[in-house]
């Protein structure tokens, strides 16, 4: 499954991340909730892990606005983590759409049972594997293949693609691929989405990526190539 990680306790997360990975499962991470947020507009997950109390943000909150917002995202699957056994908060986060709810300190094992138990009982909400035209990109293996050929890319050069072949035929703002990026590195230059966006052109072919100039990109489909 893909699942979205989403707290701000370092060690938390790296231990549940590395625990996950080595079950199988795609991680991503959020230590807010505008990271989450953004995230959850630019990848289809079966899955979130989400912690009731963020530095940044309101785990309720998110879990509120996810369950305002159309299908399939509507429809995600939400284990909560709360470090309060308090059955009030329990059944308020129950109420507001959480799936299932783990206390804190948890057993690893026991939280991978509850996500296989949801994962039987929910649809997933997309296909794991992206196409467009020749294009083939599996989320669950991070990896790329053109026209059956593999091809090796970086993270965030992957991010970049995979929002675009969301998009496949239509065009993505600059504002928003360049939000992206912020979010998986706060620390970016003004030119960094241009680089990305150049790196791509040179693995996948320099007319694939159409440039609309002062609006964003599109992911040319293989008719209008």
């Not at 998110?62 to 329990?90: F, H, N, S």
């Not at 496949?168 to 998986?184: F, N, P, Q, S």
Request: with cysteine; hydrophobic share 45%.
């Amino acid at each position: 499954m893909r699942i979205l990680l989403v707290e701000d306790d370092p060690l938390i997360a790296e231990a549940v991340t590395r625990f996950l990975t080595q079950k199988g499962h795609v991680l991503d991470a959020a230590n807010g909730e505008r990271l989450a947020r953004q995230l959850l507009r630019e990848i289809a997950f079966d899955l979130i892990v989400l912690d009731w109390r963020l530095a940044e943000g309101d785990g309720l909150g998110l879990l509120r606005w996810l369950r305002r917002q159309p299908p399939p995202l509507q429809g995600v699957a939400v284990l909560m983590l709360t470090a309060m056994d308090a059955v009030a908060m329990r059944v308020e986060g129950l109420e507001a759409g959480a799936d299932d709810y783990l206390i804190k300190p948890f057993d690893l094992h026991e939280l991978h049972a509850r996500i296989l138990a949801l994962g039987r009982r929910k649809t997933p909400s997309c296909s794991s594997v992206m196409q467009c035209g020749d294009l083939t990109l599996d989320l669950t293996h991070r990896t790329l293949q053109v026209a059956g050929h593999p091809i090796d890319l970086p993270n965030k050069e992957r991010a970049v693609l995979e929002v675009l072949m969301r998009h496949c035929g239509k065009t993505v703002t600059r504002e928003r691929l360049h939000a992206l990026l912020y979010d998986l590195d706060g620390d970016i230059a003004s030119n960094t989405l241009e680089v990305f966006i150049s790196h791509l052109r040179k693995r996948l072919g320099s007319e694939r990526i159409q440039t609309l100039r002062g609006i964003g990109y599109r992911l040319r489909c293989p008719e209008a190539r």
